[in-house]
């Protein structure tokens, strides 16, 4: 039942809107109010709706459905990388020299194509001596002479936007996970629906007649108060509510973790977005031919090209250590080593060039220093990945450092994030050595956070730091997303207006 009150209450929209779905049998989209009547923005009908939806007068019904576009027109027209793959070791006589394919199709390309040959079973790589080949296989000849669904997918695409509902959704991951082929949007349809309450509102007579909401001087002084309705307010009725201004979610976050670091007696340090290879990853010990310089991983700059190295007493050392191990009791990568390849200018992929940059101005202890800072790396966007993101980083060298006072900081810094349970299990990283990653127990199952070790000798040698330096790199965007229970990395960035009012201040 409709109480008089609320009758009383309706505004002049709110009063059209039932008496328009009255008009339509009363239910109707926003767009077809809109089309049959007098309402000049939807905007207008969806806020009427709202309220009227908090009087329980109207029920505002949602779908969703996600609507795939082609965002890359050469994929049709040009072929999948696979399929120009398949035709030119077809025309080789069902088997190529992947050099050949590389110089065929780009060295980029043919890793992709590569890659979905092996995944469809198209394609096997074999060995002839030195070389590497790809052979068709029965599955890749049959292949030649038909299309494959991802392609069928994609030809219709080319035609218009297709509903999640219109195609396998296995086919649909697949070609969202391969970076800008398909372009993926929500769709969201409303539908407004009369209550008992709304229906009843209408049969007891809704008169539409202009009503005033604010007393002006103009009335007053003039007397033609006297002469006007005014709308009636119920105090009773829904408000939405009010929200504070306040910083962003991920920035307090990163002031909690600043103010715990500088409270274990840490002090914070930074270095430049842009910096060599040399310093990226030669002097972390990482080989020049190690899969993490390529391309498919590091963002590398065409201008600059490259960084002069201007320490050549360090980049000696360096050479060395990384040829035949130096003076450290290793031996080395082995090889050659290129000065070249190491002066190449890149967006660093890690905030350890930081620490170790520190490291070299200052090889002494007591050494306590942390950085939460941002690092590049070529990732396609996915819900657990970004080219972009933060770094949790940190060493502290010391007379009497060892590995338990490593475990001890870490576990120091995530009681006091606030997880109670943490553990950590071996693990390899170029540059340290014991290597561990950290776990935290979370929602009833334990996450991966991040990796420590103790730095090799081979990466404090040419500073000479002769004590052990406890490191650490630790994963800020996924601390966020335990911290708030979220599970895709990229709500953290698309700063949605409803999440950021919700957002609690710690």
Same mark, same amino acid.
């Given at each position: 039942?409709?109480?008089? &009150?609320?009758?009383?209450?309706?505004?002049?929209?709110?009063?059209?809107?039932?008496?328009?779905?009255?008009?339509?049998?009363?239910?109707?989209?926003?767009?077809?109010? #809109?089309?049959?009547?007098?309402?000049?923005?939807? *905007?207008?009908?969806?806020?009427?709706? =709202?309220?009227?939806?908090?009087?329980?007068?109207?029920?505002?019904?949602?779908?969703?459905?996600?609507?795939?576009?082609?965002?890359? @027109?050469?994929?049709?027209?040009?072929?999948?990388?696979? %399929?120009?793959?398949?035709?030119?070791?077809?025309?080789?006589?069902?088997?190529?020299?992947?050099?050949?394919?590389?110089?065929?199709?780009?060295?980029?390309?043919?890793?992709?194509?590569? $890659?979905?040959?092996?995944?469809?079973?198209?394609?096997?790589?074999?060995?002839?001596?030195?070389? !590497?080949?790809?052979?068709?296989?029965?599955?890749?000849?049959?292949?030649?002479?038909?299309?494959?669904?991802?392609?069928?997918?994609?030809?219709?695409?080319?035609?218009?936007?297709? &509903?999640? @509902?219109?195609?396998?959704?296995?086919?649909? !991951?697949?070609?969202?996970?391969? $970076?800008?082929?398909? %372009?993926?949007?929500? =769709?969201?349809?409303?539908?407004?629906?009369?209550?008992?309450?709304?229906?009843?509102?209408?049969?007891?007579?809704?008169?539409?007649?202009?009503?005033?909401?604010?007393?002006?001087?103009?009335?007053?002084?003039?007397?033609?108060?006297?002469?006007?309705?005014?709308?009636?307010?119920?105090?009773?009725?829904?408000?939405?509510?009010?929200?504070?201004?306040?910083?962003?979610?991920? +920035?307090?976050?990163?002031?909690?973790?600043?103010?715990?670091?500088?409270?274990?007696?840490?002090?914070?340090?930074?270095?430049?977005?842009?910096?060599?290879?040399?310093?990226?990853?030669? *002097?972390?010990?990482?080989?020049?031919?190690?899969?993490?310089?390529?391309?498919?991983? +590091?963002?590398?700059?065409?201008?600059?090209?490259?960084?002069?190295?201007?320490? !050549?007493?360090?980049?000696?050392?360096?050479? /060395?250590?990384?040829?035949?191990?130096?003076?450290?009791? &290793?031996?080395?990568?082995?090889?050659?080593?290129?000065?070249? +390849?190491?002066? !190449?200018?890149?967006?660093?992929?890690?905030?350890?060039?930081?620490?170790?940059?520190?490291?070299?101005?200052?090889?002494?202890?007591?050494?306590?220093?942390? &950085?939460?800072?941002?690092?590049?790396?070529?990732?396609?966007?996915?819900?657990?990945? #970004?080219?972009?993101?933060?770094?949790?980083?940190?060493?502290?060298?010391?007379?009497?450092?060892?590995?338990?006072?490593?475990? =001890?900081?870490?576990?120091?810094?995530?009681?006091?994030?606030?997880?109670?349970?943490?553990?950590?299990?071996?693990?390899?990283?170029?540059?340290?050595?014991?290597?561990?990653?950290?776990?935290?127990?979370?929602?009833?199952?334990?996450?991966?956070?991040? $990796?420590?070790?103790?730095?090799?000798?081979?990466?404090?040698?040419?500073? $000479?730091?002769?004590?052990?330096?406890?490191?650490?790199?630790?994963?800020?965007?996924?601390?966020?997303?335990?911290?708030?229970?979220?599970?895709?990395?990229?709500?953290?960035?698309?700063?949605?207006?409803?999440?950021?009012? /919700?957002?609690?201040?710690?």
């Amino acid at each position: 039942m409709c109480p008089p &009150s609320v009758l009383d209450g309706l505004s002049h929209n709110e009063k059209r809107l039932l008496l328009e779905l009255d008009k339509e049998g009363g239910r109707a989209s926003p767009a077809r109010i #809109l089309e049959a009547s007098d309402f000049g923005l939807e *905007v207008e009908i969806m806020n009427s709706a =709202s309220w009227l939806q908090s009087k329980g007068l109207l029920r505002i019904e949602e779908s969703s459905e996600r609507i795939f576009t082609l965002g890359d @027109r050469s994929a049709v027209e040009e072929g999948l990388p696979e %399929r120009r793959a398949l035709k030119a070791i077809d025309e080789a006589g069902g088997e190529m020299d992947m050099n050949r394919l590389s110089e065929l199709l780009g060295a980029e390309e043919v890793k992709v194509a590569v $890659g979905w040959l092996k995944r469809k079973g198209l394609a096997d790589i074999v060995r002839d001596g030195d070389a !590497k080949k790809l052979r068709l296989t029965a599955a890749g000849r049959e292949a030649l002479g038909r299309t494959m669904e991802d392609e069928e997918l994609l030809a219709r695409m080319a035609e218009g936007p297709l &509903s999640e @509902r219109d195609a396998p959704a296995a086919l649909l !991951k697949d070609l969202s996970g391969r $970076g800008g082929l398909v %372009r993926e949007e929500v =769709s969201i349809s409303r539908v407004l629906q009369l209550t008992p309450a709304g229906e009843e509102a209408v049969r007891a007579g809704i008169e539409l007649k202009e009503e005033l909401v604010q007393l002006t001087p103009e009335l007053l002084q003039t007397g033609r108060w006297r002469e006007k309705d005014f709308r009636r307010y119920d105090v009773s009725t829904f408000a939405p509510a009010l929200h504070p201004a306040k910083r962003h979610p991920l +920035t307090r976050l990163g002031d909690r973790i600043r103010s715990i670091f500088v409270q274990m007696g840490f002090a914070e340090i930074e270095e430049e977005y842009v910096q060599s290879a040399f310093w990226n990853m030669d *002097v972390l010990f990482t080989p020049q031919d190690h899969p993490a310089r390529d391309l498919h991983d +590091t963002f590398y700059l065409e201008d600059p090209a490259s960084v002069e190295l201007e320490d !050549k007493e360090l980049v000696e050392k360096v050479r /060395r250590i990384h040829i035949d191990g130096g003076d450290t009791g &290793s031996a080395g990568w082995g090889g050659e080593w290129s000065e070249g +390849t190491a002066a !190449k200018a890149l967006l660093r992929t890690h905030t350890t060039v930081n620490t170790i940059k520190h490291l070299s101005k200052n090889p002494d202890p007591p050494i306590k220093v942390f &950085s939460l800072a941002r690092l590049h790396r070529n990732e396609a966007i996915d819900a657990t990945h #970004l080219p972009e993101f933060t770094q949790i980083e940190g060493i502290v060298v010391d007379e009497n450092g060892s590995f338990d006072m490593l475990v =001890s900081i870490l576990q120091e810094f995530y009681r006091r994030m606030g997880f109670e349970e943490m553990r950590i299990r071996p693990a390899y990283f170029p540059y340290t050595e014991p290597s561990l990653e950290v776990e935290v127990f979370f929602n009833g199952r334990w996450m991966e956070l991040g $990796g420590a070790g103790i730095f090799r000798p081979e990466v404090v040698a040419p500073f $000479g730091v002769k004590h052990p330096v406890l490191a650490w790199g630790l994963g800020f965007e996924r601390l966020a997303m335990l911290t708030w229970d979220i599970k895709d990395i990229r709500d953290l960035y698309v700063s949605d207006i409803d999440m950021l009012r /919700r957002s609690t201040v710690f």
